[in-house]
């Protein structure tokens, strides 16, 4: 397979058009068979749902090419699984999770060629998507849908690669008990993108959102699950009904225990305690794991102990072993690697 003539390593996270994606269309009750297609333009009404009263929901997985020029996806099952919840809870139709995995395959082997180089330190990142395309006007779900997936090549979700991010503390909410916080509705990220504006313009890289009801415990950023080190090497992860359960995280905390023979918890973490950690670390598949060296709480600094010049050990060992499953350098746990 011959690789597209592309700057893969000077690729930041953005869209670049490649040349098929998958498109089923749900309609009087039913899934389509679906199929690729190479138009990128999606034509709707003016009233569909999805523009009037943002009934959309999406996926993020990757792409890669391992070591020995394999190509293969990460755990694209745990992806179809949440898909299908999401939709469950904003009244969409869910997509057969077995039809995810296929459609996922499919549009990898169509890009092929825009499947990042091993050792390039880009990926292929897919993007599944659905959201209701009939008219919709009194305030009720679509009747008709349509799933998407289209793939683009990406390299580091933050500028600067591995190099420790900056964050503050948000006076906005992400997500509401009882609310969305833990499923992937395009409405989650609408509403992060004041509270993101306003971080970048003061020089932050992300926002760090505590609980809405209390404004005590961590939840999460607007992209990503925390994950924190203790000073006696313990793996800690915030516990939250809120919060989008990462794929990433999951993976993260099995790496810990299993290859790693680190203890591993996922509980409340209350924001007093942050201050004591020796790591920190954003995870997810965008910002796979993104070291954070300060967090800023309104001129209040909190700076850890690894400092802003390179990820901590216990953070790095973690990026380490994950990549290495990912790339096919180390060996994976059943299922976790699908093969293309
Ligand atoms: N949290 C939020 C809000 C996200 O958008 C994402 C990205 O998908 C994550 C966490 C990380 O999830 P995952 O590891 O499944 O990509
Ligand atoms: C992902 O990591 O796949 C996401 O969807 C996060 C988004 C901020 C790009």
């Given at each position: 397979m011959e690789k597209k003539d592309i700057d893969w390593s000077g690729l930041g996270f953005g869209y670049v058009k490649t040349d098929k994606r998958y498109v089923s269309n749900f309609k009087n009750g039913a899934w389509d068979d679906g199929g690729l297609t190479e138009d990128a333009d999606i034509v709707m009404n003016e009233c569909a749902g999805v523009l009037q009263y943002a009934q959309t929901c999406f996926e993020g997985l990757k792409a890669y090419t391992t070591e020995d020029g394999r190509t293969v996806c990460f755990r694209p099952d745990l992806n179809a699984a949440r898909m299908y919840d999401t939709a469950q809870r904003l009244e969409m139709p869910p997509f057969p999770k077995e039809r995810f995995v296929e459609a996922v395959k499919q549009v990898v082997k169509a890009n092929e060629a825009w499947?990042?180089?091993?050792?390039?330190g880009a990926t292929l990142y897919l993007r599944p998507y659905m959201f209701g395309i009939n008219p919709v006007i009194g305030v009720k779900p679509a009747e008709d849908y349509q799933f998407r997936i289209f793939a683009t090549p990406v390299g580091p979700?933050?500028?600067?690669?591995a190099k420790p991010l900056t964050l503050c503390v948000s006076d906005f909410d992400r997500a509401a008990p009882h609310?969305?916080?833990h499923i992937k509705a395009g409405l989650n990220y609408a509403m992060s993108l004041h509270p993101i504006v306003e971080a970048h313009k003061a020089g932050f890289a992300e926002n760090m959102y505590l609980d809405?009801?209390?404004?005590?415990k961590v939840e999460e950023t607007g992209g990503a699950n925390f994950i924190f080190v203790t000073k006696d090497n313990k793996v800690v992860t915030p516990k939250s009904s809120s919060i989008l359960p990462s794929i990433t995280r999951r993976s993260l905390m099995y790496v810990a225990k299993e290859y790693l023979g680190l203890e591993a918890e996922e509980r409340e973490v209350h924001f007093d305690e942050v201050k004591d950690f020796a790591e920190c670390g954003l995870c997810g598949t965008a910002a796979v794991i993104s070291p954070v060296g300060k967090i800023v709480d309104h001129g209040k600094e909190i700076c850890f102990?690894?400092?802003?010049d390179e990820m901590g050990p216990v953070t790095k060992k973690l990026y380490d072993t994950l990549t290495g499953i990912q790339m096919g350098r180390l060996d994976a746990p059943e299922g976790w690697i699908v093969e293309i």
């Open positions: 499947v990042p180089p091993y050792g390039s979700y933050f500028k600067g690669g609310g969305t916080g809405a009801a209390t404004r005590t102990p690894s400092g802003m």
